[in-house]
């Protein structure tokens, strides 16, 4: 059984920054592309940033390059999403999943099979 526990979500003001953690268990987390995706209300779910099993590719959305910075820490089994000069367009539920394929790099959502349900992320203006 995967588990993905997100945690890390909060309230914060415009230009703050959050790191967002993600702790998974139950899959060799190690071959495991892992991703971050977010769901504002009325919205559909949208990937944020993509990494690779060996922090070795990222993928990020436009709306956050520059911003955002995801990581991940095999010997922990953690993947990271350090969130920087946030905006109010940032608030959402922030989700981290786990590719259903050990070794294949896509950025798909449709590709993740195990989700965590989420952390909330409220940016105010």
């Known amino acids: 059984q995967v588990q993905l526990v997100e945690s890390g979500g909060g309230l914060v003001q415009a230009g703050g920054s959050l790191r967002l953690s993600c702790a998974a268990s139950?899959?060799?987390?190690?071959?495991?592309?892992m991703g971050w995706f977010r769901q504002a209300p009325g919205k559909e779910r949208e990937s944020v940033a993509i990494?690779?099993?060996?922090?070795?590719?990222?993928t990020y959305a436009d709306s956050v390059k520059g911003r955002f910075t995801i990581s991940r820490d095999n010997a922990k089994n953690t993947v990271y999403l350090q969130m920087n000069s946030l905006k109010p367009e940032d608030t959402a539920v922030y989700y981290c999943?786990?590719?259903?394929?050990?070794?294949?790099?896509?950025?798909?959502?449709?590709?993740?099979?195990?989700w965590g349900r989420g952390t909330q992320v409220t940016v105010s203006s």
């Open positions: 139950g899959r060799t987390f190690s071959s495991q592309t």
């Open positions: 999943a786990s590719h259903r394929y050990s070794y294949t790099y896509t950025d798909r959502l449709r590709d993740f099979d195990y």
């Open positions: 990494i690779s099993w060996t922090n070795a590719r990222t």
